[in-house]
């Protein structure tokens, strides 16, 4: 007799992902940055800092279009609303003109884009940026606006940001980070490539948020001419409050691409 419970699944990540604990979201947060140098950067295709300035003194509305002619092409983007909640919303390319993504005034974060709709993918890179700017064959022109790009010509088909900002009512816990670096022209270099955290500031409130500074918890010290790849198993987890910033952030010797990633579980909180 075959027992009901054979094929019964006792890791938790997987019972997540199966939805047998629907109330835990799971989150796998990876990016790459293709050209970080001497000055830290985040680990995102834009290179840079993201600057979230904007959208944390008051929410904006987003727009996307692309740089080659994609028309048709759905896209679903997940973020956090003007209230710091999840929201996801399905929004059709049209080309290089800006379409506005959802509601207007309405997102604080944008934390995965990809495209649901059925092949043929788009051509072009597909930019999330705040309504306003200008834009030069379908490139926005300060980069300081954008807060989503997807490289479809290169077949990634989805956003590259390892970074994420903890929802409203729930708290996070990291289980992991790794990092990897790849020499950009053949010569030997080093990284140090980091994960770090921006809390809400003492007295601040959901209501009323304001953030201390970015402070390191955890590093990886990477190099081409011996570990490549780096990466810290957390034996218990970190622990981040509710609109936290996580952001993965790397230096290197020299012009390198670094690649990053961390494992997210968000647990809501007590009412």
């Known amino acids: ?13 997987s019972q997540i992902v199966l939805q047998s604990k629907p109330k835990l979201i799971l989150w796998h947060k990876f990016g790459q940055n293709p050209a970080v140098g001497t000055s830290v950067e985040d680990v995102w295709p834009i290179g840079g800092t993201e600057d979230f300035d904007n959208l944390d003194a008051s929410a904006r509305t987003i727009d996307i279009n692309s740089t080659a002619a994609d028309v048709g092409q759905v896209i679903r983007v997940i973020g956090l609303n003007a209230s710091w ?40 890179d597909v930019y999330m940026v705040e309504t306003g700017g200008t834009y030069t064959a379908g490139v926005p022109d300060d980069a300081a606006l954008i807060h989503g790009f997807i490289d479809f010509p290169n077949a990634i088909n989805q956003t590259e940001q ?54 390191q918890i955890e590093h ?15 034996q218990t987890p ?34």
């Open 1 to 13: 007799m075959t027992s009901q419970h054979q094929h019964a699944i006792s890791d938790w990540r």
């Open 85 to 124: 909640d999840t929201i996801t919303v399905d929004v059709t390319l049209n080309g290089t003109t800006p379409v506005q993504v959802g509601d207007a005034l309405n997102w604080r974060r944008i934390n995965r884009a990809f495209q649901v709709s059925a092949k043929p993918a788009a051509t072009g």
């Open 162 to 215: 390892a970074a994420f900002t903890v929802p409203r009512g729930y708290v996070g816990l990291i289980y992991g980070f790794n990092g990897s670096i790849r020499a950009s022209g053949g010569a030997t270099r080093t990284a140090s490539v980091i994960l770090a955290v921006s809390d809400l500031a003492d007295g601040a409130t959901v209501d009323s948020p304001t953030w201390a500074p970015l402070r």
């Open 220 to 234: 990886l010290a990477l190099s081409t001419a011996a570990d490549i790849a780096g990466s810290r198993e957390e």
């Open 238 to 271: 970190l622990r981040v409050g509710e609109l936290s910033v996580i952001r993965a952030r790397a230096a290197a010797t020299a012009t390198s691409i670094i690649d990053a990633n961390f494992e997210l579980l968000l647990v809501p909180m007590e009412d």
